[in-house]
């Protein structure tokens, strides 16, 4: 990445950070409902291994933590927040919500809300991308407790089988719901379970996104040069709980104090500081214009935006008019 | 008209399907090399490679959940499941995926996969290999569930199931692969919803699908014949969405419903059917709507106590006979 690169991610990973706080406080004035599962502390997963993929183009699935890939897949951050506000101009139209943000326009394939439940659709997107002969990749998102799924075995086996141009990134943050990884699962290294499928898997440092984006780079190169699939695990953590509703009781303060320390905007931040490329008041500068944007344009936008017709509750359960539903003689 | 086996009707729309689009594929276990456990699938491996007609491993969520990604970017899979016992494994990702991505993206993606796999009891497969699980997939939104009693069906069906832009389910039977009967010599596209009227009668309805339709039909045969009572037989092809209209203008003509299914009763495609018959035309019944079924019971291995768990063509008989108060 160079300087305009760092820049610009600075920004980005910014706005999602500050977007994510504001549908935090939504959240806590009850305009947004349900479940909400927030990434503050592991953007540098999302945007250093997209970075290094082109966004837009490959086609990106992930769990339920999901607004962060979909707007670095270039969702439009209106359609995202009036999603979880229910909206009808949301990006599923109010009817999915905060686990169920899809941009299919970006190629961003959707949140899944069944743990361990896109390793097999990403498998299967390869798979379609390797059969009409494209060049882009899919790339899975997923944490690392989503690996005690029998999915994550059945998928790499198959994507090792098959071939197929699949990247499964592994956002470790060392616990399931509030379960730590120790107490759950035999192998805390997650890149180890994946030896006994024969691909290549690498442990990197999840905070820091240059390291990310190296990473990365090398892991999409595999797999987009036709080598099969390639898994990648950042170490990483997440500042919040695991949902709205988790008082995060049973993590360490101390625990928590460390990774603070790593935070991976202020990481990015400071070393750009350090280099003479920006200044703490072109940060502060970028911070007022994002949080001007988020507030005057995009929760604005979510708020008065139109609730969904009742009378539309039925749409999108089967195509509409669909010819073959009715059997034609050709 | 060309007379064909069950088996070879499903193998001839694959091949037709496979043929006219490069996107169309197939997989399960089993169905390439080896040609399939019921020959569904014979010959499609030479003919179309191992990257279309793909031996799966035995890992029935995951390779489901890889055809319906694939479904994502328009690749139109067919998907065999070997036995319906084993797609309890992929129910998560029939239902959870399949179905409801649609829904969840607001119309933005759909899963245009098709997923075939055959329940019932055959010889004595143990309780493990010999449930009838239709009732299971037709309980959820966003998924079709269609069901062929005969060789023009199942050929029509899967045809018009591959094109189709939602999720189809075509529940088949171990027992009818070898079953023979006429089919289109030109394509064919059966609908995906509705029903039919497999024999005219004025006395009572009976409503079957699949293999049960099959004891229907041999019991209106045995009741006109042996007691003077016309028996109409739908055949309800498509379990969902089931045919409120055809359920309702049987009965009203009748006045009288049989429905018999090879599942035990509980929440089944009996008590739905009777549900809509309550709803649609209660006030047009002579007499209370009666459910032939199989026992609430694991299947048992024993030959005998088998036969005894399933019901047949008498029990339809008895059941109508008892009805008419004979």
Same mark, same amino acid.
């Given at each position: 990445m160079n300087v305009a690169d760092k820049k610009r991610v600075l920004r980005e990973m910014l706005f999602a950070r500050r977007f994510e706080e504001r549908c935090y406080e939504a959240y806590v004035e009850r305009k947004i409902g349900g479940f909400l599962h927030l990434y503050p502390g592991e953007e540098a997963c999302a945007f250093g291994v997209l970075e290094a993929a082109r966004p837009g183009s490959d086609y990106v699935i992930t769990g339920y933590r999901d607004h962060v890939h979909a707007l670095k897949c270039g969702a439009d951050p209106k359609a995202l927040m009036a999603e979880l506000y229910g909206k009808e101009t949301g990006s599923s139209k109010g009817r999915g919500g905060s686990m169920h943000i899809f941009d299919v326009e970006h190629h961003f394939m959707g949140g899944y809300a069944l743990v361990g439940g896109p390793f097999p659709l990403a498998a299967g997107m390869a798979k379609a991308i390797k059969m009409k002969g494209g060049d882009e990749i899919a790339i899975c998102f997923l944490g690392d407790a989503a690996n005690n799924q029998g999915t994550f075995h059945e998928s790499l086996n198959m994507a090792k089988v098959w071939n197929l141009p699949v990247l499964y990134v592994c956002e470790n943050n060392l616990y399931g719901i509030g379960t730590r990884i120790d107490r759950s699962t035999a192998v805390i290294d997650q890149y180890k379970r994946v030896s006994g499928y024969d691909i290549p898997a690498k442990q990197v440092d999840g905070q820091d996104i240059e390291v990310v984006y190296a990473a990365a780079k090398e892991a999409v190169d595999h797999v987009r040069s036709g080598k099969g699939p390639y898994f990648l695990e950042l170490m990483t953590y997440r500042y919040r709980g695991h949902s709205m509703s988790d008082s995060n009781a049973y993590r360490e303060k101390d625990e928590e104090r460390q990774w603070s320390g790593r935070d991976p905007i202020i990481m990015l931040r400071d070393r750009l500081i350090e280099a003479g490329e920006l200044s703490e008041d072109d940060f502060k500068a970028m911070d007022s214009e994002i949080l001007a944007q988020i507030e005057n344009e995009i929760v604005k936008f979510s708020e008065e935006s139109p609730e969904p017709k009742v009378e539309e509750v039925d749409k999108y359960v089967f195509a509409e008019n669909d010819p073959w539903v009715q059997g034609e003689a050709h | 008209m060309a007379e064909m086996m069950y088996w070879e009707a499903i193998r001839r729309a694959h091949d037709e399907e496979m043929t006219r689009d490069p996107l169309v594929i197939c997989m399960g276990e089993d169905i390439g090399v080896a040609g399939g456990t019921y020959k569904a699938t014979k010959g499609l491996y030479d003919k179309f490679g191992p990257e279309r007609v793909i031996d799966t491993p035995i890992s029935e969520n995951g390779f489901t959940g890889l055809a319906i990604g694939a479904s994502f970017l328009g690749v139109r899979p067919i998907v065999e499941i070997m036995s319906v016992n084993f797609a309890w494994l992929a129910m998560d990702q029939i239902f959870n995926s399949a179905a409801k991505v649609r829904y969840m993206s607001g119309g933005q993606l759909t899963a245009p996969v098709v997923i075939r796999s055959p329940g019932g009891t055959a010889h004595q497969l143990g309780a493990q290999h010999s449930a009838r699980m239709e009732k299971v997939f037709m309980g959820v939104a966003g998924l079709r569930v269609v069901t062929p009693s005969n060789p023009k069906q199942a050929y029509g069906l899967l045809k018009s199931a591959v094109r189709c832009n939602d999720p189809v389910f075509i529940n088949e039977h171990e027992l009818m692969y070898n079953m023979k009967g006429e089919v289109p010599d030109g394509e064919y596209f059966h609908p995906l919803e509705g029903s039919e009227v497999t024999r005219q009668g004025r006395d009572v309805t009976l409503f079957g699908y699949n293999i049960s339709l099959h004891w229907c039909m041999q019991a209106a045969e045995i009741l006109s014949k042996q007691h003077g009572i016309e028996a109409e037989v739908v055949d309800l092809?498509? +379990?969902?969405? +089931?045919?409120r209209e055809g359920i309702r203008e049987s009965v009203k003509n009748t006045h009288r419903a049989v429905i018999v299914e090879e599942a035990e009763a509980p929440v089944g495609v009996g008590s739905e059917v009777m549900a809509i018959i309550n709803e649609e035309c209660f006030f047009d019944l002579d007499a209370a709507p009666v459910r032939v079924s199989a026992r609430n019971v694991p299947t048992p291995f024993n030959h005998t106590l088998e036969k005894a768990s399933i019901p047949n063509a008498k029990d339809v008989v008895a059941a109508v006979l008892k009805m008419f108060g004979k």
């Amino acid at each position: 990445m160079n300087v305009a690169d760092k820049k610009r991610v600075l920004r980005e990973m910014l706005f999602a950070r500050r977007f994510e706080e504001r549908c935090y406080e939504a959240y806590v004035e009850r305009k947004i409902g349900g479940f909400l599962h927030l990434y503050p502390g592991e953007e540098a997963c999302a945007f250093g291994v997209l970075e290094a993929a082109r966004p837009g183009s490959d086609y990106v699935i992930t769990g339920y933590r999901d607004h962060v890939h979909a707007l670095k897949c270039g969702a439009d951050p209106k359609a995202l927040m009036a999603e979880l506000y229910g909206k009808e101009t949301g990006s599923s139209k109010g009817r999915g919500g905060s686990m169920h943000i899809f941009d299919v326009e970006h190629h961003f394939m959707g949140g899944y809300a069944l743990v361990g439940g896109p390793f097999p659709l990403a498998a299967g997107m390869a798979k379609a991308i390797k059969m009409k002969g494209g060049d882009e990749i899919a790339i899975c998102f997923l944490g690392d407790a989503a690996n005690n799924q029998g999915t994550f075995h059945e998928s790499l086996n198959m994507a090792k089988v098959w071939n197929l141009p699949v990247l499964y990134v592994c956002e470790n943050n060392l616990y399931g719901i509030g379960t730590r990884i120790d107490r759950s699962t035999a192998v805390i290294d997650q890149y180890k379970r994946v030896s006994g499928y024969d691909i290549p898997a690498k442990q990197v440092d999840g905070q820091d996104i240059e390291v990310v984006y190296a990473a990365a780079k090398e892991a999409v190169d595999h797999v987009r040069s036709g080598k099969g699939p390639y898994f990648l695990e950042l170490m990483t953590y997440r500042y919040r709980g695991h949902s709205m509703s988790d008082s995060n009781a049973y993590r360490e303060k101390d625990e928590e104090r460390q990774w603070s320390g790593r935070d991976p905007i202020i990481m990015l931040r400071d070393r750009l500081i350090e280099a003479g490329e920006l200044s703490e008041d072109d940060f502060k500068a970028m911070d007022s214009e994002i949080l001007a944007q988020i507030e005057n344009e995009i929760v604005k936008f979510s708020e008065e935006s139109p609730e969904p017709k009742v009378e539309e509750v039925d749409k999108y359960v089967f195509a509409e008019n669909d010819p073959w539903v009715q059997g034609e003689a050709h | 008209m060309a007379e064909m086996m069950y088996w070879e009707a499903i193998r001839r729309a694959h091949d037709e399907e496979m043929t006219r689009d490069p996107l169309v594929i197939c997989m399960g276990e089993d169905i390439g090399v080896a040609g399939g456990t019921y020959k569904a699938t014979k010959g499609l491996y030479d003919k179309f490679g191992p990257e279309r007609v793909i031996d799966t491993p035995i890992s029935e969520n995951g390779f489901t959940g890889l055809a319906i990604g694939a479904s994502f970017l328009g690749v139109r899979p067919i998907v065999e499941i070997m036995s319906v016992n084993f797609a309890w494994l992929a129910m998560d990702q029939i239902f959870n995926s399949a179905a409801k991505v649609r829904y969840m993206s607001g119309g933005q993606l759909t899963a245009p996969v098709v997923i075939r796999s055959p329940g019932g009891t055959a010889h004595q497969l143990g309780a493990q290999h010999s449930a009838r699980m239709e009732k299971v997939f037709m309980g959820v939104a966003g998924l079709r569930v269609v069901t062929p009693s005969n060789p023009k069906q199942a050929y029509g069906l899967l045809k018009s199931a591959v094109r189709c832009n939602d999720p189809v389910f075509i529940n088949e039977h171990e027992l009818m692969y070898n079953m023979k009967g006429e089919v289109p010599d030109g394509e064919y596209f059966h609908p995906l919803e509705g029903s039919e009227v497999t024999r005219q009668g004025r006395d009572v309805t009976l409503f079957g699908y699949n293999i049960s339709l099959h004891w229907c039909m041999q019991a209106a045969e045995i009741l006109s014949k042996q007691h003077g009572i016309e028996a109409e037989v739908v055949d309800l092809y498509s +379990l969902a969405p +089931l045919d409120r209209e055809g359920i309702r203008e049987s009965v009203k003509n009748t006045h009288r419903a049989v429905i018999v299914e090879e599942a035990e009763a509980p929440v089944g495609v009996g008590s739905e059917v009777m549900a809509i018959i309550n709803e649609e035309c209660f006030f047009d019944l002579d007499a209370a709507p009666v459910r032939v079924s199989a026992r609430n019971v694991p299947t048992p291995f024993n030959h005998t106590l088998e036969k005894a768990s399933i019901p047949n063509a008498k029990d339809v008989v008895a059941a109508v006979l008892k009805m008419f108060g004979k």
